[in-house]
Every structure is written in structure tokens, then in C-alpha cells.
């Protein structure tokens, strides 16, 4: 079952006890009043219990999962990259490159700015447009890209005079962390210039910009946020140097780190990865030890996901050849949640080759589990205008469309005008996701 290429520690036998975001979600509505028909919804959805197969059966079909994904983990036939493809215009990707690269690439545009001011021509910067006018969905590689298309951010113009400064400020703080070779965070570059910053907003954005004229992933920069990310579960990996067993990291998990070169040997005897919106869903199945019985990797942003944890999440994915069930709110935002993962932001399109990891399968919760499962109607939230405006976009957008399964839940959704959070399924029983939800659905092959 296992290739040459992934590590093994000895696999225990399994018990059978058992959020840089593009957008704010707007906050959750307010349940419902009590209906009385709950108590029978309950007893409906206890009644699940009973459909359960063994365990072991549980585990042939995720061992079936993996021996299909680990032999094949690759299984569009589609080009992988934009060289591959012969699209009728130009597109932007940035790459990993050492300090080194990254110092002669300043130099060399700092130069360029000087030569044109000696030259009578002033002082600009060519900043690559990061627009939505500028970004483009390609469903050969089902992800957002970055179409090649520049504007001058020039220092004679009252329009883009303080953006230039802040990009020359930006590109000196850069030059100075690669010298060192030192890590800070953004916040720790916000403050190096509070009264040209202004903002800390302002700086990232900028942080960016330069990143995509540079040609460079964000991490190239020597520029991290702040930890966010955790996961628990069946994986050992070197932090730096410090082995890391993640079955020992108790019911908080192990945070991701920020900087994820110094993530390096992992290994791994799981089937799968599960990766969690929500924090409370993650300290619900850390502490009830799922992964023990079903052998997994656990994984959440705790909400909108973070750069450190799109990229740990893609290095797990390509190196342990895993594949990835997600486990998200049965919202709009759920799912967009969900996409950022899979396609990419439109922030950050510049660098989704880097940051997407693609085929996740979406597991639940989904609109039409509010039904099978029978989630009490007090439990159901009614969706804002706001929400549902966001679903009707979400109907239109290319990476959806492609997907039918998705067109389907998300049409059922805006129709039902209903969304329920993960923790709804609390309303049976606080295990009633790890002992019940989880392992039926994966029994039932029930993901899209």
C-alpha cells in the first residue's frame, strides 16, 4: 500500500471507542425558536447509529480511498501548469527563489528607477495589476491565475506618490531581511514605519505588490503572519530541526508554522487528510481522539485560510500523497472557504501555483444533510440577503459551474434560504460528529 517515497512509522491498531482574508463573513443570524417536532428529529437522527457498519469495514473503504489516490495521486489528465497550455495571452506566477535572487532582483529594480530619474523620465515602479479585471479562472488547471497586465505607480503623481513611497520603504526593509537572512512578521514590518504605513492593510498590500513585480513567492520575502494554523493527528515532521509527533500535541494541536521551509521529513501512516473550517469542530475530534480510530491528519485555518496553512496543507498533500475530505459550515462562506483552498484567492492569485491544493473532496456539511441528517429546524439558521446574494454569485462563478455536484447543494441552499454551522450536530450529542456524522458519511462514500 505504501510507495518507497513515503516514510512509515508502525500503524497502531485502530479503537473502537470512541480563519489574510478577500472578505469578511458577515456575522451568523440568530437560530430560530424551539419547535416541538425536535425531539423526533432527534430520535431520527440517533437512529443513524444503527446504520453503522464496523469499524474495520470503515477503514477498507478509506484504504480504498487511499490505494486509489496513492497510486494515482494525479488523477486529471489535464496540464498541470501554464506552460503547458497555449492560452491567447500572458500570465503572471511567481516562484520560490533563495535571498540571494531576491536581493539582486530589488537591486536591479532599484537601479532601473534611479537610471530613469537620471534619464529625466522621474521615478515610477511597474506594479502588476492584481485586480479582478486582471484575474482569470482556468479550468484546465482549476485554479485562479494572474493574467500579465502592469500600471505605473509613479512618484510625480498625487495619485500614486504615497503608494510609491511605500513601495520603495517596503523594497529597503526587504533588502535588509534578505542580508540577514532573518525571518519578521507583518505586523513587525508595519511597525518599522507607522507614519508612512498608516495602516497595517496598507503595508500588505504593498507586501504583495512587491512580491508579484519581484516574481517571488510571499515567503521568498522573509515575511510571515502570525501563527494560526494547528494539526493533530497521525504525522511526524522536523520543525527546524525538532521532531514533531502530532499524536502528542494534545487537544490544541501542534500550530502550523509560519515559515514552512523549515517543515521538512514528514511521514505519516494515515489514510487521509481531514481538513476542518472551524476550531471548535478540531478540538472536538483532538479530543476525541478520531484519528486514532480512523488513522488521519487533522488540519484547520480556524476560519478564512491562512498563506502557512494552504502551503502545509499542499506539502502534506504532494509529499505523504494523501487525499484531503473537508469538513466545513453549510454556508456560502463554508464554501468559499473551501474554493480558496482548492483554486486560490483573488488576492493572491499571482501565487496559486503554490498556494492550491486541488481535488479536496467536500464531505459536508452540506445543504442536503439538513434533511438526510435531520438538523432540528432550531438549529437552522435563516440566511441573510447578504448570504444569499453570495450564493447566487457563487452559482456564477467558472470553478463551481464546473462542478455539478456543487451547482446542486449551493441551488438548494439559495432555494431553502437554510444554513447550519458544523456545531448544529451538537443538538444530537457533543460526539455525535466524531461517533456518528463522520464515520457514516465515510462508510456511505458520500463527498463530492
Request: with cysteine; glycine share 4%.
Amino acid at each position: 500500500m505504501a510507495s518507497e517515497k513515503k516514510k512509515k512509522r508502525p500503524r497502531s491498531e485502530p479503537t473502537s471507542d470512541s480563519e489574510e482574508p478577500d472578505w469578511d463573513p458577515p456575522s451568523r443570524s440568530k437560530s430560530r425558536p424551539s419547535n416541538p417536532s425536535s425531539s423526533s428529529s432527534s430520535n431520527k437522527a440517533l437512529s443513524f447509529k444503527k446504520l453503522l457498519k464496523p469499524d474495520s469495514a470503515i477503514l477498507d473503504t478509506l484504504k480504498k480511498l487511499y490505494d486509489s489516490h496513492h497510486q494515482n495521486p494525479n488523477p486529471n489528465p489535464n496540464p498541470t501548469s501554464l506552460s503547458d497550455l497555449s492560452l491567447p495571452f500572458p500570465c503572471r506566477e511567481v516562484s520560490d527563489l533563495p535571498p540571494s535572487s531576491v536581493e539582486r532582483a530589488i537591486e536591479s529594480t532599484i537601479l532601473a528607477a534611479a537610471s530613469s530619474i537620471l534619464s529625466g523620465a522621474g521615478f515610477s515602479f511597474s506594479v502588476p495589476g492584481r485586480g479582478p479585471s486582471n484575474q482569470l479562472y482556468v479550468p484546465e488547471l482549476d485554479r485562479i491565475v494572474l493574467k500579465d497586465k502592469s500600471s505605473s505607480r509613479s512618484f510625480s503623481s498625487l495619485s500614486t506618490v504615497r503608494k510609491a513611497a511605500v513601495t520603495a520603504r517596503i523594497l529597503s526593509l526587504i533588502h535588509q531581511l534578505c542580508l540577514k537572512n532573518i525571518h519578521v512578521t507583518k505586523r513587525d514590518l508595519f511597525y518599522t514605519d507607522v507614519k508612512l504605513f498608516g495602516d497595517q492593510s496598507q503595508s500588505d498590500t504593498v507586501l504583495d505588490d512587491v512580491s508579484c513585480m519581484l516574481g517571488c513567492t510571499r515567503s521568498s520575502l522573509n515575511v510571515v503572519a502570525s501563527e494560526k494554523g494547528v494539526v493533530v493527528g497521525r504525522l511526524v515532521f522536523s520543525d527546524d530541526g525538532d521532531r514533531i509527533d502530532c499524536t502528542k500535541m494534545g487537544v490544541g494541536g501542534k500550530a502550523i508554522p509560519p515559515n514552512i521551509d523549515r517543515v521538512s521529513d514528514l511521514e505519516s501512516d494515515a489514510l487521509f487528510i481531514l481538513l476542518v473550517e472551524k476550531d471548535a469542530a478540531f478540538m472536538r475530534l483532538a479530543e476525541d481522539r478520531f484519528y486514532n480510530r480512523f488513522p488521519c491528519i487533522i488540519v484547520t485555518a480556524k476560519g478564512q485560510p491562512d498563506v502557512a496553512t494552504r502551503l502545509f496543507l499542499r506539502k502534506m498533500k504532494t509529499e505523504l500523497r494523501l487525499p484531503v475530505l473537508a469538513l466545513v459550515d453549510s454556508d456560502p462562506y463554508g464554501l468559499k472557504i473551501l474554493s480558496v483552498y482548492m483554486c486560490g484567492s483573488k488576492n493572491m492569485s499571482y501565487d496559486s501555483s503554490n498556494l492550491t491544493t486541488p481535488d479536496i473532496k467536500w464531505l459536508g456539511i452540506r445543504p442536503s444533510d439538513l434533511d438526510k441528517y435531520h438538523i432540528p429546524e432550531q438549529c437552522r439558521l435563516a440566511m441573510t440577503e447578504q448570504d444569499i446574494k453570495t450564493g447566487r454569485d457563487l452559482l456564477e462563478e467558472d470553478f463551481v459551474k464546473k462542478n455539478p455536484g456543487w451547482v446542486e447543494e449551493l441551488g438548494l441552499m439559495v432555494k431553502t434560504k437554510q444554513k447550519a454551522e458544523i456545531q448544529a450536530l451538537s443538538s444530537f450529542g457533543f460526539q455525535y460528529l466524531s461517533e456518528v456524522y463522520l464515520p457514516l458519511k465515510i462508510q456511505q462514500q458520500d463527498w463530492l
